[in-house]
């Protein structure tokens, strides 16, 4: 389990200021910048494309970390890589072939990532958590900012901390739904090193967002 970074999601900013929000918490001490991309099909709601992510990279050094709720997802993969991605993350319900996903990623020079869903169990992950550079447990259903976490997702926090310790590897385990400073210190306790927060993050405007960080860290 690596020291803790927050990674806020860019879903809960102001999507008419997408440049200066991403400076606004990178100066607030964000670690990742959390990018939801949505199709309006795999989840019901339409986000971000690669020219919005092209267009972002240059308002934050910060590592880029594109979750992508698209099926079929491995059409984009490359598009979303070329706008400057740095982690990759996808369901294993948006192709056939999760495998081949996770080596298209990576032969793309990116850090690949495998997204379970509340109701997607451990077993989805198991046979690539080798080949992975992170898993992603998701705490809400995805497709909406505000919602609250569902505990249940806790137990496979855990579950994931023991494997991934038994196999050794640096293999980032992040939450992403309902996170805040109460959720977020069960999630460290249960194995998490990377939260994904929008609401907590994005809640009460620039001045929150140093304070807003702080709170999820400790
Ligand atoms: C949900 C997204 C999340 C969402 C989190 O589909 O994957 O990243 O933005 O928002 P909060 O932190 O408000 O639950
Ligand atoms: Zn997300």
């Not at 999507?15 to 199709?39: C, K, R």
């Not at 979303?80 to 993350?89: K, L, N, T």
């Amino acid at each position: 389990q690596q020291p803790v970074r927050i990674a806020p999601s860019i879903l809960s900013a102001d999507f008419a200021a997408l440049g200066q929000e991403i400076a606004a918490v990178t100066a607030a001490g964000a670690d990742w910048i959390h990018v939801d991309v949505m199709d309006g099909h795999f989840v019901p709601n339409l986000t971000i494309g690669p020219m919005v992510v092209k267009a972002l990279r240059k308002h934050s050094a910060l590592p880029f970390d594109v979750h992508l709720m698209i099926t079929p997802v491995d059409p984009l993969v490359p598009a979303y890589a070329e706008a400057g991605a740095d982690v990759i993350s996808f369901h294993p319900e948006a192709g056939p072939h999760v495998h081949r996903t996770i080596q298209l990623i990576k032969g793309l020079g990116k850090k690949a990532g495998l997204v379970l869903n509340p109701a997607t169990p451990l077993a989805a992950v198991e046979p690539v958590l080798g080949d992975l550079d992170l898993v992603l447990v998701m705490s809400v259903n995805p497709g909406f900012g505000g919602q609250a976490f569902i505990d249940s997702q806790l137990a496979k926090i855990a579950a994931l901390r023991k494997a991934i310790d038994a196999l050794g590897k640096p293999i980032a385990l992040e939450v992403d739904g309902g996170v805040n400073a109460e959720t977020a210190k069960r999630c460290i306790v249960a194995g998490a090193d990377v939260l994904v927060a929008g609401t907590a993050v994005f809640g009460g405007g620039p001045a929150r967002y140093a304070d807003n960080i702080k709170a999820l860290r400790s």
